[in-house]
T-cell receptor, first 117, second 116 residues
Framework: GAVVSQHPSWVICKSGTSVKIECRSLDFQATTMFWYRQFPKQSLMLMATSNEGSKATYEQGVEKDKFLINHASLTLSTLTVTSAHPEDSSFYIC?????????????FGPGTRLLVL | AQTVTQSQPEMSVQEAETVTLSCTYD???????LFWYKQPPSRQMILVIRQEAYKQQNATENRFSVNFQKAAKSFSLKISDSQLGDTAMYFCAFMTPTGTASKLTFGTGTRLQVTL
């Protein structure tokens, strides 16, 4: 149980285009999902908290107009990188919060490698 | 604000041996959760073990166990009978379950290499 999928696993796009990444909780409902960015050999950096049915909460320094988050259902959150530029190239990871039975654990997707040319 | 410190950037252990990864944290909260996540070369974050702060008993998951010292704010991970597949980056993480703001605070990680 507690499986989170992420799609696509990797994407290459041209500068100026937009890229959408999907995060799904496959066997549990997640009212809260999180989006992280990870640079090589570093820890995870939280970008935003995605709440089902409401606006996302962004961390300081993260441009909300550039990284659009939508959490339309209890099993799906999407991150759209708008007008992507080479500096947006990174590894993006989502996680879903499972609080059923007071578990209070975050389970992670496999990540998406984004390369902007 | 909570902080998590992993003071060992890299560690190495021989196969079948035991290794302990250290983690300390700082918080004024009384109710919280602690986690160890493993990130192998595939970069998939995998939950290794979790501990509720209100539980005195140390959590165990097969070859993985923790030494949770609440007063000292220490949460070390012991890996017994190390296997080559344990080679990975290990992150210690802290969370307070306050409504929707249940963010994870991560340490900087410890890179573990298991050798033959």
């Amino acid at each position: 149980g507690a499986v989170v999928s992420q799609h696509p696993s990797w994407v290459i796009c041209k500068s100026g285009t937009s890229v959408k990444i999907e995060c799904r909780s496959l066997d549990f409902q997640a009212t809260t999902m999180f989006w992280y960015r990870q640079f090589p050999k570093q820890s995870l950096m939280l970008m935003a908290t995605s709440n089902e049915g409401s606006k996302a909460t962004y961390e300081q320094g993260v441009e909300k107009d550039k990284f659009l988050i939508n959490h339309a259902s209890l099993t799906l959150s999407t991150l759209t990188v708008t007008s992507a530029h080479p500096e947006d190239s990174s590894f993006y990871i989502c996680s879903a919060r499972n609080s059923a039975g007071f578990q209070e654990t975050q389970y992670f997707g496999p990540g998406t490698r984004l390369l902007v040319l | 604000a909570q902080t998590v410190t992993q003071s060992q950037p890299e560690m190495s252990v021989q196969e079948a041996e035991t290794v302990t990864l250290s983690c300390t944290y700082d918080t004024s909260e009384n109710n919280y959760y602690l986690f160890w996540y493993k990130q192998p070369p595939s970069r998939q974050m995998i939950l290794v073990i979790r501990q509720e702060a209100y539980k005195q008993q140390n959590a165990t998951e097969n070859r993985f166990s923790v030494n949770f010292q609440k007063a000292a704010k220490s949460f070390s991970l012991k890996i017994s009978d190390s296997q080559l597949g344990d080679t990975a980056m290990y992150f210690c993480a802290f969370m307070t379950p306050t409504g929707t703001a249940s963010k994870l605070t991560f340490g900087t990680g410890t890179r573990l290499q298991v050798t033959l």
